[in-house]
């Protein structure tokens, strides 16, 4: 019976495995699936095709999620913002960890392949495979890792796309375009507020190298600025109209604007706002591209 007890996953405190998936990251990944299922959809919404396609991108979110904190155990146990996940805790054994995020990522990618199709399985996978295998490694040698992390937090509306009609298209391209340049003032945002605890544990964010914050505002100033052109590509194509347009023009220079106020105080505080800006930036602008396609 110890034998058997030492192999089997402690789902004795749930909370805790919760706590793994992180629920904030795991919830943007399905907006944004979401999205990309609905505005990839040709025909009429096929609603038990989108539920099984956020069952298994979710399951795969949520077990990445797990598999980063296995292998950042030790740096996270450093940093006092992620002190308190399970494993610096002790609340759950690595051992446990490890094998219900595997468990979640084949289970969810299965799932995809069985029930959706082979493209969107691949995608969740490949979202996986290269935020674990190289964002993760690469956080503690290069500020490139932001850039290359971009990669794979950009593909769920891809997962979404593909889901809904099999293929990628322009469309889907100019989605992931959108996440991709979303994601530098969002997470330089995050890193200037805890370049401390970065530091500390020994990752290269691109503020722990850059005290005085010039390349790290310069390049929130920069990427907002892309973010406003590239997304009004969606009416350019034909995918939105101008409802759509007006309102991403509107919402890209309020993000432009708040980037360019932080910049020139460069406190905490006013990264926080930036940070809450961008949390509210990309839904916004995901529920108007919905909106305008049911206006049409």
Not at 98 to 113: E, N, P, Q, Y
């Amino acid at each position: 019976m110890t034998t058997l007890r030492a192999h089997a996953i402690d789902f004795e405190k749930p909370w805790a495995y919760v706590v793994l998936t992180k629920p904030d990251v795991t919830f943007l990944v399905v907006i944004t699936t979401v999205a990309g299922f609905y505005l990839g959809s040709r025909a009429a919404l096929d609603w038990a095709l989108l539920a099984h396609t956020l069952i298994g991108t979710t399951l795969v979110g949520a077990g990445t999620a797990a598999l980063n904190q296995y292998i950042e155990r030790d740096m996270d146990a450093l940093m006092r913002r992620t002190a308190s996940r399970p494993l610096p805790l002790g609340t759950l054994q690595p051992a446990d960890v490890l094998r219900f995020g595997a468990a979640l990522v084949i289970i969810g990618s299965v799932w995809l392949a069985i029930a959706v199709n082979a493209l969107s399985a691949l995608l969740a996978l490949a979202t996986c495979l290269f935020y674990l295998g190289l964002y993760t490694p690469l956080k503690t040698r290069t500020t490139l890792a932001t850039a290359v992390g971009a990669l794979p937090g950009a593909l769920p509306p891809l997962i979404g796309w593909a889901a809904a009609c099999g293929h990628l298209s322009a469309g889907a391209w100019i989605l992931f375009a959108i996440l991709f340049f979303w994601q530098f003032p969002h997470f330089f945002a995050i890193a200037w507020m805890y370049r401390e605890d970065y530091a500390r544990a020994g990752i290269r964010m691109l503020p722990v190298v850059d005290p005085t914050g010039d390349a790290t505002f310069g390049q929130i100033v920069a990427t907002s600025a892309i973010l406003v052109p590239v997304a009004l590509l969606p009416s350019v194509i034909g995918m939105s109209g101008m409802r759509y347009f007006t309102g991403a023009l509107i919402l890209g220079m309020l993000l432009l604007q708040v980037s360019l106020w932080t910049s020139r105080s460069r406190t905490n505080v006013r990264a926080k706002w930036l940070m809450h800006a961008t949390v509210a930036h990309i839904p916004l602008l995901l529920l108007l591209m919905i909106f305008d396609k049911v206006g049409r």
